[in-house]
């Protein structure tokens, strides 16, 4: 499994983002997500959101993607979502 995890600060997203994702999770929507990875790539994925867990402060979405890789996106390096 993939960890997206950056050294600096995790900042917190907005309550109406949070909900849109577990809204995402709860429909197995599948969400074509632009994303930051450690080394300030952007990456755009295809993904179907499983869950979002918080570990060391920081809150990260579960996502299996077309070729089944799970991923762990940090939410506050999500740069956009939108469903599919």
């Known amino acids: 499994m993939?960890?997206?995890?950056?050294?600096?600060?995790?900042?917190?997203?907005?309550?109406?983002?949070h909900s849109e994702y577990e809204l995402a999770i709860m429909h197995k929507q599948?969400?074509?997500?632009?994303?930051?990875d450690p080394k300030q790539e952007q990456h755009t994925l295809l993904t179907i959101p499983t869950d979002i867990v918080t570990?060391?402060?920081?809150?990260?979405?579960?996502?299996?993607?077309?070729?089944?890789?799970?991923?762990?996106l940090r939410l506050d390096k999500?740069?956009?979502?939108?469903?599919v």
């Open 30 to 36: 599948t969400l074509r997500i632009v994303w930051q």
């Open 2 to 17: 993939f960890t997206a995890a950056m050294s600096d600060d995790y900042i917190p997203i907005a309550c109406g983002q």
């Open 78 to 83: 999500i740069i956009n979502a939108q469903a």
């Open 55 to 72: 570990r060391d402060h920081a809150e990260f979405l579960l996502v299996t993607d077309t070729t089944g890789n799970q991923l762990e």
